[in-house]
Nanobody
Framework: QVQLVESGGGLVQPGGSLRLSCVASGRGLDSYAIGWFRQAPGNEREGVSCISARGGVNTVYVNSVKGRFTISRDNAKNTVYLQMNSLTPEDTALYYC??????????????????????WGQGTQVTVSS
């Protein structure tokens, strides 16, 4: 079982940047594809980005963040990052990281479908406001 802890959220002005971190304890994070999701009040949780296991050669982004967000992983630190640039108020949400099911993770792919993920962190709040 992998436990995940997110950090790096906060209040930022439009156009600003934040870097979120997802740190894992327990079993090695490198065996899992990792997804970042977000949920704003009144909205469903949506997939933002994901990165495949091990070397992270495959990444996926939701259209609304392409060109602004970058996902990366440092397996030596058991950490996955989400660099968020050019933030807008529409990015305001609680951001979660999650591990994709171990079996699915071995395919060196990832997906933004929530059902593929089975271990979630508690989330970190991102608020974009002037």
């Amino acid at each position: 079982q992998v436990q995940l802890v997110e950090s790096g959220g906060g209040l930022v002005q439009p156009g600003g940047s934040l870097r979120l971190s997802c740190v894992a304890s327990g079993r090695g994070l490198d065996s899992y594809a990792i997804g970042w999701f977000r949920q704003a009040p009144g909205n469903e949780r949506e997939g933002v980005s994901c990165i495949s296991a091990r070397g992270g050669v495959n990444t996926v982004y939701v259209n609304s963040v392409k060109g602004r967000f970058t996902i990366s992983r440092d397996n030596a630190k058991n950490t996955v990052y989400l660099q968020m640039n050019s933030l807008t108020p529409e990015d305001t949400a609680l951001y979660y990281c999650a591990t994709m099911h171990f079996f699915l993770s071995q395919k060196d792919q990832c997906t933004l479908q929530k059902a593929a993920y089975n271990s979630w962190g508690q989330g970190t709040q991102v608020t974009v406001s002037s």
